[in-house]
């Protein structure tokens, strides 16, 4: 099992920037690639952008591509998740998770993760 906390969220203006931070501990050595949720108020959670934990490739959600930054620090076992241009539809609880073993990519649904951090707000005002 891998145990994730999550940072960085927070109330931030419109067309500002936030980077979230996911810092997973456990069975580190079993992860193959870390996703980005987000959950809007009265929404569905949606996948956003997805890095395998290795090689650090990278897959985006089309509502991603352009805003949005994923990344990691292999050394220090943390995921980031950069958004700018910040806008009120990207008001969310955004979550990290990732999933273990050798898996087809890219990784892209809940069902495909196992372990999923707490959470944390991004509120962008108007």
Do not use: H
Request: net charge neutral; proline share 2%.
């Amino acid at each position: 099992q891998v145990q994730l906390v999550q940072s960085g969220g927070g109330l931030v203006q419109g067309g500002g920037s936030l980077r979230l931070s996911c810092v997973i501990s456990g069975r580190t050595f079993s992860v193959y690639a870390m996703g980005w949720f987000r959950q809007a108020p009265g929404k569905e959670r949606e996948f956003v952008a997805a890095i395998t934990w290795g090689a650090g490739s990278t897959y985006y959600a089309d509502s991603a591509e352009g805003r949005f930054t994923i990344s990691r620090d292999y050394v220090k076992n943390t995921g980031y998740l950069q958004i700018n241009s910040l806008n009120v539809e990207d008001t969310a609880v955004y979550y990290c998770a990732t999933g273990q073993g050798i898996r087809r990519w890219p990784v892209a649904t809940m069902a495909e993760y196992d372990d999923w951090g707490q959470g944390t707000q991004v509120t962008v005002s108007s």
